[in-house]
């Protein structure tokens, strides 16, 4: 069956501190790979993705990416966390065009 | 700038009542999602369409809807609200040449 896991629910790291976010997926083809953010009562905005070529991806607001097939991760980092990344991070899979599949998402806290 | 609209970011509705929620979007884009959010559990897909008057079931149908007679708009409709479609609703849209979807911010519907 096709699904993504995000195995923590909830995360507080301190400002300042790097953060990685775990994403495992289980899917038959090749994936399209996505992080999104939301944040209280917004929408969900594209950090970054992954369709094919150099497996570490850099996104908006200096988030980067690594998708290693061996493993079936697509793992979300920043080396230094700012106040303003509190939010719900997804990590979703799909076909080209299709439906995607999402983690049930990880709340990030910040610590000042 | 892409952009997709919901008709409202706070709806309240009575138990029974026939509950309308608007999605536009001005990218041209052929596929239309709509998804609930829920806490804990991520992104469910309700449904979806890939054309005008085209639509598919995605994982939890029951109780829901679809309208889409013209490309740039899907509608969900509630044909009887009930207390457990009480949730955040959220649509999105995609082009066919790759599936990163941009979602709209959300409509917060609360059924009484």
């Known amino acids: 069956a096709q699904s993504v896991t995000q195995p923590d629910i909830h995360i507080t790291v301190s400002e300042g501190a790097s953060l990685e976010l775990r994403c495992n997926y289980s899917?038959?083809?090749?994936?399209?790979l996505f992080w999104y953010v939301q944040s209280p009562g917004q929408g969900l905005q594209l950090l970054l993705k992954?369709?094919?070529?150099?497996?570490l991806v850099q996104g908006i607001k200096g988030f980067e990416a690594e998708f290693k097939r061996s493993q079936s991760s697509f793992n979300l980092r920043k080396p230094s966390v700012h106040w303003s990344d509190a939010a719900e991070y997804f990590c979703?899979?799909?076909?080209?065009?299709?439906?995607?599949?999402f983690g049930q998402g990880t709340e990030l806290s910040v610590k000042p | 700038d892409v952009k997709v609209t919901q008709s409202s970011r706070y709806l309240v509705k009575r138990t029974g009542e026939k509950v309308f929620l608007e999605c536009v979007q001005d990218m041209d884009h052929e596929n239309m999602f709509w998804y609930r959010q829920d806490p804990g559990l991520g992104l469910r897909l309700i449904y979806f369409s890939y054309d005008v008057k085209m639509k598919e079931k995605g994982d939890i149908p029951e109780g829901y809807s679809v309208s889409r007679e013209k490309k740039e708009r899907f509608s969900l409709i509630l044909e009887s609200a009930s207390t457990n479609q009480t949730s955040m609703y959220l649509c999105?849209?995609?082009?066919?040449?790759?599936?990163?979807?941009?979602f709209g911010p959300g409509t917060r519907l609360t059924v009484l």
């Open positions: 992954y369709f094919s070529g150099d497996t």
């Open positions: 979703a899979v799909g076909p080209p065009g299709g439906k995607l599949i």
């Open positions: 899917y038959g083809a090749t994936p399209y």
């Open positions: 999105a849209s995609t082009g066919q040449e790759y599936n990163e979807q941009f």
